[in-house]
């Protein structure tokens, strides 16, 4: 750590295999997430930095708009439901506590509280002091960011251990079989709603399993399906019911997929587009003129080539899947 001349700047440096990386850290303010939750296998990017949000809204390090799905969905810029997601993610994960707040004897926000916090009891107790008399206790709460703080803390206190998931016997029976495995809580999630139809069972759910684990050997991991897509809603899974379906390694590109993708990788390199129906330049996106996004037959983003990509939900960009 070095300090400037006149004393009131603070740089610090580190060196990595040679290269050595300055910092001006006078008015650092930053949020420390454990490490656990930062490496966590199950935890999306996108919960990590909820979670980085609360703990900075919490200790004061900046402010964010709110912690309504709304809120979090415009700060990460993506979905309600993406938003959602991400907050199922921590509970799971035993990142966050969320605990009903009840007004008039109905539900009215959640309380969250982020690890190692524990819920407190929000109605007020009367508490003996001995010659003063008696007063009130009751826990903090934060209206600005709807996260319960406790005033109080004692003495000795012991760190919340870390939730564990456990699963039923089924599903880790699939679970050790499917060829991908990420995203475990959102993928036990779909598999109960696919199962919950009341027309699907579970030796379907396996037989599909087994066979697509059986065409996925030795085939790259990037052309696997999430298993959350697999057991969805759009039925990948019925697919590999009785035998192997094709897969992305065999996918043809047709003339029109082909157009649509020159249209979109022109739009995204340099937001200008040629509509190939009046032969116009335009710098609309082009799904105001009716053109989507061409997908492979595993439901990815392609290029003109072929090659699957995914757009970044903060800049907008592509990245390699």
């Known amino acids: 750590m070095e300090f400037s001349t006149n004393g009131e700047d603070i740089f610090s440096k580190i060196e990595i295999n040679g290269e050595v990386f300055y910092g001006d850290i006078t008015d650092e303010r930053s949020v420390h997430i454990p490490f656990w939750i ?17 703990k900075g809204a919490v200790s004061g390090a900046f402010d964010i708009p709110g912690t309504s799905h709304t809120a979090l969905a415009d700060l990460l810029n993506v979905s309600e439901t993406t938003a959602r997601r991400a907050i199922y993610e921590l509970r799971e994960a035993g990142a966050i506590t ?25 109605t007020p107790t009367r508490v003996s002091t001995g010659d003063e008399g008696e007063h009130t206790r009751s826990a903090v709460y934060n209206n600005n960011i709807d ?15 870390r939730v564990v998931n456990t699963y039923p016997e089924e599903f880790a029976q699939i679970w050790k079989i499917y060829p991908r495995k990420l995203g475990k809580p959102k993928a036990f999630e779909v598999f109960n709603e696919t199962l919950s139809d009341g027309k699907t069972t ?9 066979n697509y684990a059986e065409e996925r050997k030795g085939k790259a991991e990037t052309y696997t399906l999430h298993a959350s897509t697999f057991f969805g809603g759009s039925g990948k899974w019925q697919a590999y019911l ?12 047709t003339d029109e997929l082909l157009v649509l993708a020159e249209i979109y990788d022109s739009y995204d390199l340099s937001g200008v587009w040629k ?9 609309d996106n082009p799904i105001k003129n009716g053109y989507s996004r061409p997908v492979n037959n595993l439901e990815q983003t392609i290029d003109k080539n072929g090659t699957p990509y995914a757009l970044d939900s903060a800049s907008g960009k592509r990245k390699n899947i």
């Not at 996260?147 to 251990?161: A, D, F, G, L, Y």
């Open 38 to 54: 930062f490496a966590h296998k199950d935890l999306s990017d996108r919960a990590i930095r909820i979670w980085g949000y609360l």
């Open 275 to 283: 509509n190939p129906t009046t032969g116009e330049t335009s710098l």
């Open 147 to 161: 996260i319960n703080i406790s005033k109080e803390q004692p003495v000795k206190r012991t760190r919340k251990k």
């Open 98 to 122: 969320v605990q009903p707040r009840f007004k008039n004897g109905k539900q009215v926000k959640n309380a969250y509280y982020l690890w190692p916090a524990e819920p407190v009891n929000l």
């Open 202 to 210: 579970f030796e379907d759910l396996l037989t599909a399993t087994i």
């Open 242 to 253: 009785y035998g192997c379906a094709p897969d992305v390694e065999k996918f043809v590109m």
